[in-house]
């Protein structure tokens, strides 16, 4: 299957700083990126998809302002926790898809103090 | 996207089959139905994925009815490693962006 590798794996940081975390499909090339957002024993939720070269499409309810998306290349995604608070805390996923399937990074635990 | 229904929890024996049950009436005829399974702390992971006939591979089968308003994810053999949430999707990849979304999944408890 394909590989999506996404950094960093944990991170804690102080209230009102900014994070960012990123996804690179290391054998394919993505021009669709999902970002999803995991609360502990809950499902995934969809907070976006970022298009490569264009602007990212936000789900109802997630702050475009607070959660940047960039996806300049084909093989990187980028998502920035900006100004975090405790309540940003979670686990971070990003996808692509190869054909009809999709990949999924290990996941990026921000836990934000 | 057409939503599943799945029990939250399921429970086998080491070594056993399982199977995984979804409900999908309001499946359209685009639909494929994936199964992903996601292992604690980590993010989900492909395991098949079907749209009218079943399918096996290294690590299940895939048992779609024949009005497609239900499916099975068997796993053949049971180990301790597949003790994980198992996720039944619907993805229309016509429509919607090929955006997929997350139902509640099952957790499955394997016993040695």
């Known amino acids: 299957g394909a590989v999506v590798s996404q950094h960093p794996s944990r991170v804690i940081c102080k209230s009102g700083t900014s994070v960012k975390i990123e996804c690179r499909s290391l054998?394919?090339?993505?021009?669709?990126m999902f970002w999803y957002r995991q609360f502990p024993k809950q499902s995934l939720m969809l907070m976006a998809t970022s298009n490569e070269g264009s602007k990212a499409t936000y789900e109802q309810g997630v702050e475009k302002d607070k959660f940047l998306i960039n996806h300049a290349s084909l093989t990187l995604s980028t998502l920035t926790v900006t100004s975090a608070h405790p309540e940003d805390s979670s686990f971070y996923i990003c996808?692509?898809?190869?054909?009809?399937?999709?990949?999924f990074g290990s996941g990026t635990q921000l836990s934000v103090l | 996207d057409a939503k599943t229904t799945q029990p939250n929890s399921m429970e086998s024996n080491e070594e056993e089959p399982v199977h995984l049950p979804c409900n999908h009436s309001?499946?359209?005829?685009?639909?494929?139905i994936h199964w992903y399974r996601q292992l604690p702390s980590q993010g989900p992971e492909y395991v098949i994925h079907?749209?009218?006939s079943n399918v096996n591979n290294r690590m299940a089968s895939l048992a779609i009815a024949e009005d497609r308003k239900s499916s099975t994810l068997i796993l053949h053999r049971a180990t301790l490693r597949d003790a994980a949430v198992y996720y039944c999707?619907?993805?229309?990849?016509?429509?919607?962006?090929?955006?997929?979304?997350f139902g509640a999944g099952t957790r499955l408890f394997v016993k040695a």
């Open positions: 309001t499946i359209s005829g685009t639909d494929y």
């Open positions: 054998d394919f090339q993505a021009t669709t």
């Open positions: 999707i619907l993805r229309d990849v016509y429509t919607g962006g090929f955006k997929t979304i």
């Open positions: 996808g692509g898809q190869v054909n009809e399937k999709l990949f």
């Open positions: 079907g749209l009218t």
